[in-house]
């Protein structure tokens, strides 16, 4: 059994958002897309909604709902009218498929990441919405960034989770006007009903025992039980932490990790027929002596 292997961070959101909470991830896409909508029909009135103002040229008129089937169900639309002419989003009509796909990866890099008006920005810009003022991008970035806080902050209530991975991924983030590393610290579990779930993300300027300890106990808070196997590296900050944290549940090194640790000490040359020697290693979520 072996902790994902550097997964593509966005996919594993995306899966394991729409298998654990589906709702949750259909509401966060409505949240922004609705919020996508309002702005556009903001700039075509040339005043935001309610705002009373000179350059006003056209006043909202209501929704219209409209559904929009999606990979995580269909979501609930409400478009704005506007009393002269119409308004439909463009994005929406003519490249429904890359519509999608942008706010799915959106809402993903805004559960592991966080959001900032920056990557609202950037969405909205690679589906050719240009118009969009800073308050509008930052109200977006609020909405979402509420509901991403009141997911990562959920209770753990479907265990018992027998098997836990924990692995650390570093990312480049802006602090103070430079680019610094920090590790996200993330935990994926198997839920009572079987299905892979992710338990918590954390970001530590460091991946030491301190911030291990903190993350899995923030985990414990939250009602993480029932852990029998916990899988990872062998990092000894994280080893040490398991043991204090979960003292009634075995470990076991991921294969992953151990098949590069390996792979590091032959030289170059030698690594293909090491790594035939090994064997393939194995992603199987069936527990091994």
Excluded at 132 to 137: D, E, F, G, P, R
Excluded at 142 to 165: C, I, M, S, T
Excluded at 193 to 200: A, F, Q, S
Aim: hydrophobic share 45%.
């Amino acid at each position: 059994m072996t902790a994902p292997d550097s997964l593509p961070l966005h996919a594993l959101a995306e899966g394991s958002l729409a298998a654990a909470s589906p709702d949750l991830l259909r509401a966060m896409v409505k949240t922004f897309a609705d919020a996508l909508m309002s702005a556009e029909a903001d700039a075509l009135c040339n005043a935001e909604y309610g705002q009373v103002s000179d350059e006003r040229v056209n006043y909202r008129n209501g929704y219209r709902p409209r559904e929009w089937d999606t990979r995580v169900g269909t979501v609930e639309l409400a478009i704005p009218k506007l009393r002269q002419g119409s308004y439909f989003p463009h994005w929406l009509l003519e490249r429904r498929r890359r519509a999608e796909q942008a706010l799915i990866s959106v809402v993903a890099t805004a559960y592991l990441l966080g959001v900032s008006t920056r990557r609202v920005e950037k969405l909205a810009e690679s589906l050719g919405v240009t118009q969009l003022s800073k308050s509008q991008v930052s109200a977006m970035a609020k909405h979402l960034d509420e509901q991403v806080a009141a997911f990562r902050n959920r209770p753990l209530d479907a265990g018992p989770y027998a098997f836990v991975w924990v692995d650390a991924l570093t990312q480049k983030v802006r602090e103070g006007g430079r680019i610094i590393n920090v590790h996200a610290l993330i935990a994926v579990g198997v839920n009572a009903d079987g299905h892979r779930e992710i338990l918590g993300i954390d970001v530590a300027t460091a991946e030491d025992g301190a911030g291990w300890l903190a993350f899995l106990r923030s985990l414990i808070a939250r009602g993480l039980t029932g852990v029998q196997l916990v899988i990872s590296d062998a990092h000894a900050g994280l080893v040490d932490a398991i043991g204090a944290v979960l003292p009634g549940s075995s470990w076991q090194r991921c294969r992953t990790h151990y098949a590069r640790n390996l792979l590091s000490q032959v030289p170059k040359s030698a690594q293909p027929w090491v790594a035939t020697l090994r064997g393939p290693s194995s992603n199987n979520p069936t527990p091994t002596p």
